[in-house]
């Protein structure tokens, strides 16, 4: 009788590599390996000879770059989305591109289940969990680190005694995700909220004190809401953050320290590194300003809160992300133009911007001899305006002041 199959998501590191063996043994499943490629600057082949090596049957990987970029990363950004108004969303916007990933292996090798190693007070286990439902409730789940809580020296030990291939990179007290959209670092000393992060936790972005001591600029320039060119060059999207998170983390801009409230009820100091985001979330943001009406700003800002919600519970494929993802394509149909940024010290500042849809008439904001704003159509709509409150100040004897 054949065994059922299983696909994993592999990241190729010790816990997954482990987890190879785990879900085989243990479990009694034939394992498929699934590694989506969204930024991690890992060896695709490395990974497949060590997924096979582990014991899996098979290893799917995939270049997904470009795709985490035009497809997710940009209709995060968007929305503006900033959870608690503060973290792009990295990791949390890597994991529905993943499961998704997870489902189409496991319908091309006719698995009937999918794992994952996330832990069981961790974020992503909520993500994988529900996405996965969203996409095929019919498959099982199963997270074996949630059930048996392994620890980091457990797995060392039970690689090393099954000959299991794990990374021999030198041991970091800090635990990092990375991908296109931001760096996550974790453990070790960020663990105090009292305590600054240290340099030697930090990869992509430099210190203030060894930023360049002038301005660097950057032109983004914006077609419907997704940018398209940086400084006037055309580049695709994988590129163009690369290229905007380079010279961003060059000035030191991108760094953020939360102490961030986890879907699990967790209150946790998170730390992330994420240059092209911030830079390219402040460039979109002021671009929409410059481009809308105010009462669409107002709703639109309501709704982007709640965008960033569901990215970081877990509900990409939910039906209310897709109408609000339909609400943005409308919205975004006249945020094109260029918007130019002063990088500086780890500072970050719009400096100007164009658009031909920019809701801007300088002869009616103007001051000067072009003023051409009837001043006195203002004193009509201030005793509109003001109407009902005159009103009820004559019912209430002056207002509502205490005496």
């Known amino acids: 009788m054949s065994r059922q199959k299983i696909v994993l998501a592999y990241s190729g590191g010790l816990d997954t590599s482990v987890l190879v063996r785990i879900l085989r043994e243990d479990y009694g499943y034939d394992v498929v390996c699934c590694h989506a490629d969204v930024g991690e600057a890992r060896d695709p082949e490395k990974i497949r000879e060590r997924a096979m090596k582990a014991g899996a049957i098979a290893c799917e990987v995939v270049s997904a770059q470009d795709e985490f970029a035009k497809d997710y990363c940009f209709p995060a950004m968007q929305a503006n989305a900033l959870y608690q108004g503060v973290y792009p969303l990295s990791a949390a916007l890597s994991r529905p591109l993943i499961a998704r990933h997870l489902v189409q292996a496991a319908r091309k090798h006719g ?24 996409l095929a409730p019919d498959l099982k789940i199963v997270a074996p680190q949630r059930e048996k809580n392994i620890t980091r020296d457990e797995a060392m030990a039970y690689a090393e005694k099954y000959g299991i291939e794990v990374p021999t990179t030198k041991k970091s007290p800090f635990s990092i995700d990375e991908n296109l959209w931001g ?20 990869a992509w972005t430099k210190s203030w004190k060894d930023a360049p001591d002038e301005p660097g600029y950057l032109k983004i320039g914006f077609e419907r809401g997704v940018p398209v060119t940086v400084n006037g060059e055309p580049m695709p999207p994988a590129a163009l953050i690369r290229k905007v998170g ?85 919205h975004e149909k006249t945020v094109t133009g260029e918007v130019t940024l002063r990088l500086f010290k780890g500072s970050l500042h719009v400096v100007g911007r164009t658009s031909p849809y920019g809701v801007y008439n300088r002869a009616l904001s103007s001051y000067g001899r072009e003023d051409a704003f009837d001043h006195r159509a203002s004193e009509g709509f201030i005793k509109l305006v003001g109407l009902p409150l005159q009103l009820f100040s004559r019912l209430h004897a002056g207002g509502t002041e205490p005496a």
């Open 246 to 330: 380079e010279v961003a983390g060059r000035h030191g801009v991108g760094r953020i320290d939360l102490m961030e409230d986890r879907v699990v009820g967790i209150k946790s100091r998170e730390t992330y590194e994420c240059p092209a985001a911030v830079t390219l979330i402040t460039a979109h943001r002021d671009l929409e300003r410059f481009t809308t009406l105010g009462h669409s700003l107002r709703v639109k800002a309501l709704l982007d809160q709640k965008y960033a919600e569901l990215i970081y519970e877990g509900f990409w494929f939910s039906p209310l992300r897709r109408a609000l993802q339909a609400f943005n394509d409308e």
């Open 111 to 134: 698995a009937t289940a999918v794992a994952h190693g996330s832990t069981g007070k961790g974020n992503d286990q909520v993500r994988f969990d529900l996405a996965v439902q969203g």
């Open 183 to 202: 760096r996550s670092i974790e453990g070790g000393i960020l663990e105090d909220p009292a305590q600054e992060g240290p340099e030697e936790a930090f």
